[in-house]
């Protein structure tokens, strides 16, 4: 695995697994739903300001083209794969009482 492809890979066996209890939380009636709701709604804000940044800044502040060029579409790859490979392990093995 190439350098720096390790944080990616990481977060998205993390967050995989995790968005799977709030999922199952909000479809069986255990949990109030609020928690899936601001995932979702963070990862909308990060994403707008990624690419509001991007499209605003990116040229003219060197610190913020570094950080954009790291989370790119190979980025984004790498962490949603991890994250359906980690949701798809845990729903596999994942066992409720007989």
Known sequence: MRQGALMPVA???VMGPMM????HGVLTGDGDG????VFAALHA?????LIAGGLLLGRRVPGLRRVLARHGPRHLGLMLGSAAVAAALV????GGPA
Do not use: I
């Open 34 to 37: 609020h928690a899936a709701v």
């Open 45 to 49: 804000v990060a994403l707008t300001v």
């Open 11 to 13: 977060m998205g066996a």
């Open 20 to 23: 799977l209890w709030m999922l």
């Open 91 to 94: 729903h596999l093995v994942h």
